[in-house]
Nanobody, 122 residues
Framework: VQLQESGPGLVKPSQTLSLTCTVSGGSITTSYYYWSWIRQPPGKGLEWTGAIYSGSTYYSPSLKSRTSISRDTSNNQFSLQLSSVTPEDTAVYFC????????????????RGQGTQVTVSS
């Protein structure tokens, strides 16, 4: 399974960050993986933001009010939207997949994209 993130590298404060993860080598609808977004702010550790599994979504409590994860089954993609961003949302964003939700929350996963830098700045 291969994952590839795409989306704008620069977002202005108060706007919505939108990223897409394109999956190849496996189907997001027929596999039993949690398809997830993880981020790493500069100088900090990995932070799990949320996941989608069989159409159900799970979010980090600290980001839940601003996060939405959805999937496009026809294109084998899943997406992240993070609203009302601030400079604290600046990070490298990764999409990842694992059979175990707990492992993703702990920053462990079977598959991960190369990551994309997103900077929040005016």
């Amino acid at each position: 399974v291969q994952l590839q993130e795409s989306g704008p590298g620069l977002v202005k404060p108060s706007q919505t960050l939108s990223l897409t993860c394109t999956v190849s080598g496996g189907s997001i609808t027929t596999s039993y993986y949690y398809w997830s977004w993880i981020r790493q702010p500069p100088g900090k550790g990995l932070e799990w933001t949320g996941a989608i599994y069989s159409g159900s979504t799970y979010y980090s409590p600290s980001l839940k009010s601003r996060t939405s994860i959805s999937r496009d089954t026809s294109n084998n993609q899943f997406s992240l939207q993070l609203s009302s961003v601030t400079p604290e949302d600046t990070a490298v964003y990764f999409c990842a997949a694992d059979l175990n939700w707990g492992r993703l929350v702990a920053g462990v996963y079977d598959y991960r994209g190369q990551g994309t830098q997103v900077t929040v700045s005016s």
